[in-house]
């Protein structure tokens, strides 16, 4: 397992942006399948993007596709996630996963990633 640590999150108005940022620990980050899910109160948690062990392929939800951009800096044990156009019901709770499997399909259809952050607050206002 890795130490993941999210950051970036805050209070935003709506068509706003926020960069939210996942270091990891350990010495094997680089060949670990990234990913952000997000739990809105009330709500299940939901997939929000993923991305392989080497940057070459990303994933999104439909929901966020064409605003939301992840990205991976193995040199730094890092992975951000771009939020633009911000929208209210982008609020939620954002957590970082990771895993070693690199079947990213099944990890993002399970969301059964063996590391988890622990968190952070997204709010968008209308």
């Known amino acids: 397992q890795v130490h993941l640590v999210e950051s970036g999150g805050g209070l935003v108005q709506a068509g706003g942006s926020l960069r939210l940022s996942c270091a990891a620990s350990?010495?094997?980050?680089?060949?670990?399948?990234m990913g952000w899910f997000r739990q809105a109160p009330g709500k299940k948690r939901e997939f929000v993007s993923a991305i392989s062990w080497s940057g070459g392929s990303t994933y999104y939800a439909d929901s966020v596709k064409g605003r939301f951009t992840i990205s991976r800096d193995n040199a730094k044990n890092t992975v951000l996630l771009q939020m633009n156009r911000l929208k209210p019901e982008d609020t939620a709770v954002y957590f970082c996963?990771?895993?070693?499997?690199?079947?990213?399909?099944?990890?993002?259809?399970?969301?059964?990633?063996?590391?988890w952050g622990q968190g952070t607050n997204v709010t968008v206002s209308s």
């Open positions: 350990g010495r094997t980050f680089n060949s670990y399948t």
């Open positions: 996963a990771a895993d070693p499997t690199r079947d990213v399909v099944v990890l993002i259809t399970t969301g059964l990633f063996n590391s």
